[in-house]
T-cell receptor
């Protein structure tokens, strides 16, 4: 079942601005992973954050995790047109044998 | 990370027919999974492909409709049987390099399937 909820469902910003996407989930997790999908193609793995971590960085990406609120956020700084894509969070549930449960995704559009 | 190749990348099929999708990985991996993404939707796990044994299916998915093979640690197939327009989706395989917690999962480019 889909346990992740993401908001906003769609986000449109100007190039150079920061984009923040949020993800909420319902059960205990081992980790949470963020993915990017361009135009219905395959998923690109962005970041994995473990349940005992609170923040993680990778280049222009910053991910936070609040297990008490069962929520995560993905921040993309200094956005570029190439960041236009759909972004999904996915949770690896505790005792879930690495099966990922995906959120509904956020469609991000970067306007030049 | 592992390089994952899926074939075909897309296909258009007639209802009532079956199609087999292949997933090839360039290194041995412990865990392989198959997901479905219906148009405009998120991904849903179909099954875990187990090497040398029957796949483990999620609720709502059955072996007769989605038979899966995994003959070794680098290859798996998913067959979509007796297709109907409702099966039009993107089908994706994913792999995790090792079992256990906190392994990133990587995806192939997917197979876009349209049923007429």
């Amino acid at each position: 079942s889909q346990q992740g909820e993401e908001d906003p469902q769609a986000l449109s910003i100007q190039e150079g601005e920061n984009a923040t996407m949020n993800c909420s989930y319902k059960t205990s997790i081992n980790n949470l992973q963020w993915y990017r999908q361009n135009s219905g193609r395959g998923l690109v793995h962005l970041i994995l954050i473990r349940s005992n971590e609170r923040e993680k960085h990778s280049g222009r990406l910053r991910v936070t995790l609040d297990t008490s609120k069962k929520s995560s956020s993905l921040l993309i700084t200094a956005s570029r047109a190439a960041d236009t894509a759909s972004y999904f969070c996915a949770t690896d549930q505790f005792q879930g044998a690495q099966k990922l449960v995906f959120g509904q995704g956020t469609r991000l559009t970067i306007n030049p | 990370s592992a390089v994952i190749s899926q074939k075909p990348s897309r296909d258009i099929c007639q209802r009532g027919t079956s199609l087999t999708i292949q997933c090839q990985v360039d290194s041995q991996v412990t865990m392989m999974f198959w997901y479905r993404q219906q148009p405009g939707q998120s991904l849903t796990l179909i099954a875990t492909a187990n090497q040398g044994s029957e796949a483990t299916y999620e609720s709502g998915f059955v072996i007769d409709k989605f038979p899966i093979s995994r003959p070794n640690l680098t290859f798996s197939t998913l067959t979509v049987s007796n297709m109907s327009p409702e099966d039009s989706s993107i089908y994706l395989c994913s792999v995790a390099a090792a079992s256990g917690k906190n392994q990133p999962q990587h995806f192939g480019d997917g197979t876009r399937l349209s049923i007429l």
